[in-house]
């Protein structure tokens, strides 16, 4: 691998960082964006979680009377969507763009649109559209309302006016878009098959496919997600996850009055990790319809006590 | 007469409310003027995805003035009256009054003039009303103003409101709103990507002709006309012809402002997909429409998408677009489609023992085996092979465990059609796979292959009978497993096919299967044919056991007591689905004209549970009562049972059975004795043989037999052994009908 070895000069390589060429600057470019606009640039949440929502940058911050703008990106775990690197538009691991913006700006669809803008998406060639699509996270006790955002017939983002979150009123209400990056880098790079992607741009012999970063984590965890992930141990840490996550929720609630809570990020991580436990055991089959409600209902009861516990905070707006 | 112009400018609005919404603006807000007194010439409200609109033309500038009088105190009354008295009425001195002399002494009147209201400042208040609570089906708060408690909510943001008001020849003045800080103005802006500047309007002429002008169509019947003309003739200028789907132009009318229709193509590879299949890709998933070649009707490789714009490079880049997620869209199709043609249906059964229908009703698989053995049953009475049914019966469910009906929970049942078809089964076995669904709806044909209705019929029975059992029976408007479109679907599957299917054998049955209780199951078939004396003993008998083994004794011993118990309670359950169904054929016969009334004299006989019967009843009393045999002899029995009902509350007492033949006097008795054994001998022997014209035409020869005992026999004698019997004679009458109907619930 010594030519692979990164030069100074490579820098200068043509078109290295065009959205429409490269994986990699297609994220560049929306970070650019976002930044311009004074969004807070975070990177992704560091545990594994189904979607952009779930980082608490979204989904605690979300709450509460404070102004906020953030955008990150989230890899983002759906071990059920595997196809072990099989199908061209299927992937138990994939990156979400997110955007939030609390109070949502009267300008944001514009904003969003301008955002296509800046990764090569004119809309006077381009046929965008906003089509209905309601959001709700029955494990978040959340929902909003807004749109899929289509580009010539292809969805390539989610738009969300959150309304609840954590079975709370927001107030004020933000704005979050979602964008679905594969999807969105298929489509300006005109690649049917996501593992085709150019990752970083090139395309002389240095050029790298997505497929050449993440084909073989697809089949491992595709096999991981389907049939060998250890189910007992599972079962074991939704429990345990579960009562960490109450444990630490009791605990921080300072001078044991319901007033203000120390320890909301914390208690908010296990609650993610009984999400994520809980969809690695659905993938795996080993959950009943019936007991599949429940174990819904007690993640989202966890999600509700964590925002409780969230709005007692600084981050929150309490006094 | 002025005129009012408003536009409410928001984020996309969902097309699937937008007509909804404009109609309800149109008519919250002029019913909102009416009551205020502003009564107006017209109005029309209009929908985009954007916007909703709404003109009212012809309205007053101003309510008219009203006088109203006020009576106060009588002259000379205390001052303390007096003075609550000006203060009522808004006088300054009593001087203002006028005196008013009535018969008790002189009053005080006050007269008010209420000097009716400019227009604009009413309608502003309307407004504020209507948009505060406007009914959306979901809406939502948005921005820094929805930190406020009581912010305004509406189906997306709101942006902009037009609302002017004026003559057609001034320049009209802006209402004055203040919506949470969303003032009325007079500006809009046209397409979002086309033309986004702001423009001023002044009333609605000019409005609809600047928005044309910024690349937006107002009226959604204009956008729909455009869009579907458009698509015929790009599809004709081809060769194609457009599949036409309502649904679909409604919804994409709802997503365009400015419709630009397009054509692209797929691979010929994927027309191997059902054609079903194919639309519903794009249809569903895309909200584009297929082209068919009008010589085979087949689809072809072409489609047709609306898009929002009129782009600079023609529409390149968005056919391209479209055409790639559709080959992308099309390829999961063919995969799907694929992948299920290689597990043969039987193979996917074992998965539904895992599916639970519904909490109290076991599994998908228990309720299959119940449809299944329900099939075989029905099998004979409509001539199907019992083996086909019971296998189409047990398949017909399977293509809920596929991609493709898992994909378009529409396709289920074709697909299970596809499927069984491509494995090799019978025609008549894939064919009942998919008509066992059918009647979906009024419009929907009515499976006519008897393996097909054998299926049809378990299907809806099981559906029927199980939440009956578990009492989840429909109320008002709620009716969420769909239980009166299954009931009707048997009337329609029986009454269209001709079918003789008594209902009650069939649904008492069924309870005990649906109850998982084959003992139970086939005790009921044992005690059917003492249904009517188990029905008459009460449920609230605490002797009911004991004489249910009474009764059954002879029939069967072995039927233990609490299973006795359990059918008894089906037995009712039975008969309160029977009245259901009554009632789903009155609806269904008055929406075909018959009189419900003919529906309830013929269901009140007792015994009435096979449905074709019932209709063939119905329709022979309606024709018969046509008649003027039918009309007199209905007279007659109204008299007869008038008579009959008056001197029985007078005496206190029945008069029923048989008259004794030797107290008639008069030949007029002799003769209307002899011809109502006459009538009821014909009549009954009729209705055996199903003849129900016969059995009418058998009851009219009463009619001159009636008419003449009224003229000549006089009822109410001194005598009263006479007098009894002539009432009892009177009421062979109203026994004789019973054959063909009860008379007592025909009206008029």
């Known amino acids: 691998m010594a030519e692979a070895r990164l030069r100074a000069s490579d820098n200068a390589h043509q078109g290295n960082l065009d959205p429409s060429r490269s994986f990699q600057g297609l994220i560049l470019a929306l970070q650019q964006y976002w930044a311009n606009l004074g969004c807070v640039l975070l990177q992704p949440y560091d545990m594994e979680v189904g979607a952009g929502t779930f980082h608490p940058a979204t989904t605690l911050r979300a709450l509460g009377p404070k102004p906020w703008n953030a955008a990150y990106v989230q890899p983002s775990r759906r071990p059920k969507d595997g196809r072990y690197g099989e199908n061209p538009n299927r992937l138990q691991h994939y990156y979400q763009f997110q955007v939030i913006l609390k109070p949502s700006p009267p300008d944001i669809q514009d904003l969003y649109l301008n955002s296509l803008k800046a990764i090569g998406i004119d809309p006077k060639i381009h046929d965008i559209r906003f089509v209905e699509d309601d959001w709700e996270s029955p494990t978040l006790g959340a929902w909003g309302l807004g749109w899929e955002c289509w580009c010539d017939g292809m969805e390539v983002s989610q738009f969300t006016y959150f309304q609840q979150v954590a079975g709370f009123e927001c107030a004020p209400v933000a704005g979050e878009l979602t964008y679905g990056l594969e999807r969105l880098a298929m489509y300006v790079q005109g690649v049917d098959n996501v593992f085709d992607l150019n990752f970083n741009g090139r395309t002389d012999e240095k050029k790298v496919t997505y497929g050449q970063v993440f084909l073989q984590a697809e089949q491992e965890y595709s096999r991981h997600n389907f049939e060998f992930s250890d189910t007992a141990m599972l079962f074991e840490q939704f429990k345990m996850a579960e009562a960490a996550c109450q444990k630490y929720l009791a605990a921080g609630w300072a001078n044991g009055k319901k007033e203000r809570h120390l320890m909301a990020l914390p208690a908010y991580d296990q609650c993610i990790k009984a999400s994520h436990v809980f969809n690695l055991l659905d993938a795996r089959g080993v959950i009943s319809v019936t007991e599949r409600q429940s174990y819904i209902l007690r993640v989202r009861e966890l999600a509700k006590a964590c925002g409780e516990a969230w709005l007692a905070t600084e981050g929150g707006g309490a006094g | 007469m002025p005129d009012l112009l408003l536009e409410f400018l928001s984020e996309e609005i969902p097309a699937r409310m937008q007509a909804r919404a404009a109609e309800d603006l149109r008519k919250l807000v002029t019913d909102r003027l009416v009551a205020e007194g502003l009564t107006y010439d017209g109005a ?20 008219s003035d009203i006088k109203e009088e006020k009576k106060g105190p009588r002259v000379g009354a205390p001052d303390n009256a007096i003075a609550g008295f000006l203060k009522a009425a808004g006088l300054k001195s009593i001087s203002e009054a006028k005196v008013q002399p009535d018969k008790r002494g002189d009053f005080y009147i006050a007269v008010i003039d209420r000097p009716g209201r400019d227009a604009i400042d009413v309608i502003k208040d309307v407004l504020h009303a209507t948009i505060a609570t406007f009914p959306w089906p979901k809406s939502m708060r948005w921005g820094a103003r929805s930190a406020k408690p009581g912010a305004l909510s509406w189906v997306r943001p709101l942006h902009s409101i037009v609302a002017t008001f004026g003559p057609e020849t001034e320049e009209p003045a802006v209402v004055p709103l203040d919506i949470d800080g969303i003032k009325g103005g007079d500006e809009t802006r046209g397409h979002r990507f086309m033309a986004p500047m702001p423009f001023k309007v002044r009333r609605f002429n000019d409005y609809v002709e600047k928005l044309e002008k910024a690349n937006v169509v107002l009226d959604p019947a204009r956008r729909a006309n455009i869009i579907l003309t458009d698509a015929k003739n790009l599809a004709f200028a081809q060769g194609y012809e457009l599949v036409e789907d309502d649904g679909l132009l409604a919804e994409v009318a709802g997503l365009v402002e400015w419709p630009v229709t397009l054509m692209g193509t797929f691979d010929q590879a994927f027309l191997s997909i059902p054609g079903e299949v194919i639309r519903a890709t794009i249809r569903n998933n895309q909200k584009c429409f297929v082209l068919r070649d009008p010589q085979t009707a087949k689809l072809v490789n072409k489609f047709i998408l609306v898009a929002n714009e009129e782009a600079t490079d023609g529409g390149k880049a968005i056919v391209a677009g479209n055409e790639r997620v559709i080959r992308a869209r099309l390829s999961d199709a063919k995969f799907f489609y694929e992948t299920d043609l290689k597990t043969r249906l039987e193979d996917r059964l074992p998965k539904f023992e895992q599916i639970v229908f519904h909490e109290k009703l076991g599994t998908q698989a228990e309720r299959i085996a119940r449809i299944a053995a329900l099939a075989v049953q029905i099998a004979p009475s409509v001539k199907a092979k019992a083996v086909q049914a019971e296998r189409a019966a047990a398949l017909c469910k399977a293509d809920l465990l596929t991609e493709v009906v898992g994909e378009f929970p529409d396709l289920q049942g074709l697909m299970g059609r596809y499927y069984a078809e491509a494995q090799g089964e019978d025609e008549a076995v894939a064919h009942a796979i998919e008509d066992h669904y059918k009647p979906k709806g009024p419009d929907d044909l009515v499976p006519g292959d008897p393996v097909a209705i054998a299926v049809a019929l378990a299907d809806k029975v099981d559906t029927l009978v199980g939440f009956w059992a578990i009492n989840e029976k429909p109320t008002g408007s709620k009716d969420p497993y769909a239980l009166r479109r299954a009931a ?220 003449a005992f009224f003229d000549k026999v006089t009822v109410n004698v001194d005598d009263m052994a006479l007098r009894e019997n002539r009432l009892k004679l009177l009421n062979e009458i109203r026994e004789a009908t019973r054959a063909v109907a009860d008379f007592s619930k025909i009206e008029g």
């Open chain 2, 488 to 707: 009707l679907g048997i009337i329609r599957i029986v009454t269209e096919n001709e079918l003789r299917l008594p209902l009650r054998a069939l649904l008492w049955r069924h309870f005990g299967a649906v109850a998982r209780d084959e003992a139970l199951a086939s005790a009921i078939t044992m005690l059917h044919p003492l249904n009517e004396q188990i029905a008459k003993i009460s449920a609230s008998d605490i002797e009911l056991a004991v004489k249910l083994e009474v009764l059954v004794s002879e029939k069967a011993k072995q039927v233990a007591k609490p299973l006795l118990v359990q059918a008894h309670t089906y037995l009712q359950q039975t008969h309160d689905l029977i009245t259901f169904f009554a009632d789903r054929l009155k609806v269904q016969l008055r929406e075909k004209g018959a009189r419900h009334d003919l529906v309830d004299a013929v269901f009140s006989l007792s015994g009435q549970d096979d449905l074709l019967m019932i209709v063939r009843r119905v329709e022979a009393l309606g024709k018969f009562l046509d008649s003027d045999d039918g009309k007199n002899l209905l007279a007659g029995y109204k008299r007869a049972t008038n008579i009959i009902r008056i001197e029985e509350k007078k005496d206190k007492r029945e008069y029923t059975g048989a008259p004794d033949a030797k107290r008639y006097q008069l030949p007029e008795e002799k003769a209307l004795a002899e011809a109502i054994d006459v009538a009821k001998k014909d009549a009954s022997a009729a209705v055996g043989k199903e003849d129900f014209a016969a059995a009418m035409r058998a009851m009219a020869k009463l009619r001159p037999r009636v008419d």
């Open chain 2, 44 to 63: 029309s409200a209009f929908a985009t995805p954007r916007r909703l609109a709404l003109t009212v033309h012809g309205l007053p500038a101003k309510q």
